[in-house]
């Protein structure tokens, strides 16, 4: 599924960390896709998608994802 970028909110993930639990998409099922070993598919996100992307960051029981947001203009 791809996510166009509206507000520049981007969601990422430090591999190395994650353990493909997939807790985050049970979390934020409408803004974390799975890949088909339970990793998140991460990227830019719409804008109705970056409060439960934030939740997702919170619930992540290894700190392995973030959003990225760009800075004030």
Same mark, same amino acid.
């Given at each position: 599924m791809t996510r166009r970028q509206v507000q520049g909110? !981007?969601?990422r993930v430090d591999p190395l960390l994650c353990e493909g !639990?997939?807790?985050c998409a049970r979390i934020a099922a409408d803004a974390i896709d799975l890949d088909r070993w339970g990793?998140?598919?991460v990227g830019p996100l719409e804008p109705?998608? !970056?409060a439960?992307?934030?939740r997702a !960051?919170?619930?992540c029981p290894r700190r392995a994802l973030w959003v +990225? +947001?760009?800075a004030p203009r």
């Open positions: 909110a !981007v969601l !639990v997939g807790l990793y998140p598919i109705r998608d !970056v439960q992307a934030r !960051v919170k619930g +990225e +947001e760009p």
